[in-house]
């Protein structure tokens, strides 16, 4: 089935650095999302985005962090800078529409430890 | 406020056995309700998924009932083997591109 792609599989980095989080989605679709999930807790929502704008954010998505996906390119979470509270696995996603109910596809993750 | 409810947290049943997975919700707007299985290593994958107006979708072994009074709904798993080994996550939302509210999750463990 249609998969999506995120690099890198695991990132340690030191708190206060910047990082950002790469996510190759489906070819086709238009809407991508980007969930974190901590330790033995659930996936929970931190932003959708369509046509280069972000349609939804949660209170997760703090001031810190931002999205982008330049033309053809990767749809990207930046952290900067990171705090010790960001480790977790980020989820990315991508749906092909926004109407009706959509099926999102999930990608791996990206494990990140901030020290 | 935890508004996707999952029990068990982990449930091991034996082979050929049907194991039942419970999720219950608190969001009366919630309509469209996926489970996503979700191996080690990988993200989360589509199993099946219902829309409030129906109680019942089947998919070879997999049926999820719904009770939209009780916001209440199971995933059974028929027949159940070895490799459907998984944790399997109940998903609410509203339609459209609506985010996702997800459940902790119950681990389901197949014993040969």
């Known amino acids: 089935g249609p998969k999506v792609l995120q690099i890198p599989s695991h990132q340690i980095i030191d708190m206060g650095q910047m990082v950002t989080l790469n996510c190759d989605p489906v070819s086709n679709h238009l809407y991508f999302y980007w969930y974190k999930q901590i330790l033995g807790q659930q996936m929970e929502f931190l932003v959708n985005f369509y046509n280069g704008k972000v349609m939804e954010k949660s209170k997760l998505f703090k001031d810190q962090f931002s999205v982008e996906r330049p033309d053809g390119s990767y749809f990207t979470l930046k952290i900067q800078p990171t705090a010790l509270e960001d480790s977790a696995v980020y989820f990315c996603?991508?749906?092909?529409?926004?109407?009706?109910?959509?099926?999102?596809?999930f990608g791996p993750g990206t494990r990140l430890t901030v020290l | 406020q935890q508004q996707v409810r999952q029990s068990p947290q982990s449930l091991t049943v034996w082979e050929g056995e049907t194991a039942i997975l419970n999720c219950s919700y608190e969001?009366?707007?919630?309509?469209?309700f996926p489970w996503y299985q979700q191996f080690p290593g990988e993200g989360p994958a589509l199993l099946i998924s219902i829309l409030s107006v129906s109680n019942k979708k089947e998919d070879g072994r997999f049926t999820i009932f719904f009770n939209k009074r009780e916001k209440k709904l199971s995933l059974h798993i028929a027949d159940s083997q070895p490799g459907d080994s998984a944790t399997y996550f109940c998903a609410a939302n509203t339609g459209g591109a609506d985010r996702l509210t997800f459940g902790k999750g119950t681990q389901l463990i197949i014993q040969p």
């Open positions: 969001n009366s707007a919630f309509d469209y």
């Open positions: 996603a991508s749906s092909l529409w926004g109407y009706n109910y959509a099926e999102q596809f």
